[in-house]
């Protein structure tokens, strides 16, 4: 690097690339990941996403995933618990989905096209952890028979009654069950009005007449300090988030404005959900800036915001930034090679024995954690588990930089399969202390696939 034609030092250069590195948005490189829904449980946060499909022409989306992250920065990809062979009802279109706790029991609410009907519906899929497996809990729609009936949102009152909204155009809720998977009575749609939501409901709508909004899909329905929120993807396409708040679970409600305006993130659609961690909130979104990306390879983001005073929601912009970090990773323990603050060139896979773990490793590529916490610790050998049923390679295990100082190169060979794993080891060569972004910089033959990588561990 050179400014006014002087070399700035090495360790200079390395320590503004420190700097600047981290998290970023999209939240996930190795996969298209859409319409994100937070849920907080037991100090971690959960995001259930579709799944955009490399190279898609709609969204002909076929599985649901989870990440989940303890700090902002690293995400660890759980894979994908729940997909619509999982509902023998269902044969197309995995939208955007929500999953909330009740009574140590996670309920995932899902769209999907029902064979039944030939429309949209919605079904619900329970488990007993956050990452599953799920599996359908009544073995049919919650509610079926409407091109409509997409995007659920699922938020559980002080008073134990869960209420289920969902919609495009319109807006429909049901007072849920305590079993969360029935409902008594009729589907309620909303009556929308110029006050309520910008612009009255699609079908009294005047077409000449320019309106402040209008509600178009992916509500997300929670409540704080005593108010109901209803946030939702807005203005017909392309999309930007507004939201209406109200002090009843079923309104009226009252529009309140933008949250995220159009900007140019190269998706036509956007679809948010909100959530507190760790004394902080988040405005989670999707774009189309994942390379390869756009309106139907839509990748997650996340910014930080404040709620004003008087609870109302301020307006949040895109940026590559996303979320700075609220904790720390320890290196000194295993870590999945799928937890990631960001990555070039790898995907992720899985099986029932070894659960996700990091393929289509070539060389050049590399996977990155944030804010590896090595304390005074000084590891002396860095271990991971590998698999490669070709020649293997290298992994350089560098600080701060994908340049940065090499403190160990493991060498990785052939185990004779890409699910035949070994651990191995190597020295690190030099005295490790303190905070450190490390790249896992994976280098070997030019073309092929060099080998997979299940977990690491600095000793
Ligand atoms: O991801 C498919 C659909 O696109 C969602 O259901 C909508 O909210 C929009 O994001």
């Given at each position: ?328 990773l320890n290196p000194m323990?295993?870590v ?36 590896a916490d090595f ?63 490390i ?18 561990k600095f000793?």
């Amino acid at each position: 690097m050179r400014i006014h034609g002087k070399a700035i030092l090495p360790a200079l250069a390395m320590a503004m690339c420190a700097m600047t590195a981290g998290a970023k948005n999209p939240i996930v490189q190795t996969c298209y990941t859409t319409d994100p829904a937070p849920m907080v449980h037991d100090g971690t946060l959960y995001v259930y996403t579709g799944h955009d499909e490399d190279g898609a022409d709609f969204f002909w989306m076929q599985e649901w995933r989870v990440y989940s992250t303890t700090d902002m920065v690293n995400w660890t990809d759980h894979g994908s618990p729940l997909a619509i062979e999982d509902f023998a009802w269902g044969d197309d279109r995995a939208w955007a989905p929500q999953c909330v706790e009740r009574n140590g029991k996670f309920y995932f609410y899902v769209p999907l096209h029902s064979k039944l009907s030939g429309t949209m519906a919605i079904g619900v899929a329970v488990g007993d952890s956050p990452t599953g497996p799920f599996k359908d809990a009544i073995g049919k729609p919650l509610v079926d028979g409407s091109w409509d009936y997409i995007d659920p949102t699922v938020f559980i009152d002080d008073d134990g009654q869960a209420y289920l909204y969902w919609g495009n155009p319109e807006i429909y809720y049901v007072k849920l069950n305590s079993d969360m998977v029935s409902f008594d009575g009729e589907v309620c749609k909303i009556e929308q009005s110029e006050e309520g939501f910008g612009a009255p409901g699609p079908k009294v709508r005047e077409k000449e007449k320019k309106y402040r909004d209008n509600y178009t899909e992916g509500p997300w329905f929670y409540k704080r300090g005593g108010k109901y929120y209803l946030v939702y993807a807005a203005g017909g396409v392309p999309e930007h988030i507004a939201y209406s708040m109200s002090d009843s679970p079923t309104g009226p409600w009252k529009y309140m404005g933008e949250i995220m305006p159009l900007c140019d993130t190269g998706s036509f659609t956007n679809h948010s959900g909100i959530a507190d961690y760790k004394g902080k909130s988040y405005f989670f979104y999707h774009t189309g800036k994942l390379p390869g990306g756009g309106g139907f390879a839509r990748s997650m983001a996340v910014e930080p915001f404040e709620y004003n005073a008087d609870g109302t929601i301020p307006t949040i912009m895109p940026t590559e930034e996303g979320a700075p970090a609220v904790g720390t990773l320890n290196p000194m323990k295993r870590v999945e090679a799928e937890t990631m603050a960001w990555s070039k060139g790898v995907k992720t896979e899985s099986n029932a024995k070894m659960g996700v773990y990091v393929s289509d490793i070539h060389n050049g590529d590399f996977v990155m954690v944030a804010k590896a916490d090595f304390g005074n610790k000084k590891p002396k050998k860095f271990g991971a588990s590998v698999a490669s049923a070709l020649r293997g390679g290298t992994i350089e295990v560098r600080m701060d930089s994908e340049d940065g100082e090499l403190i160990a190169s493991l060498q990785v060979p052939g185990t004779g399969g890409w699910e035949e794993w070994r651990y191995i080891k190597t020295p690190v060569s030099t005295d490790v202390t303190g905070v450190h972004d490390i790249y896992f910089v994976f280098k070997g033959r030019k073309g092929p696939k060099l080998f997979n990588m299940d977990y690491w561990k600095f000793e």
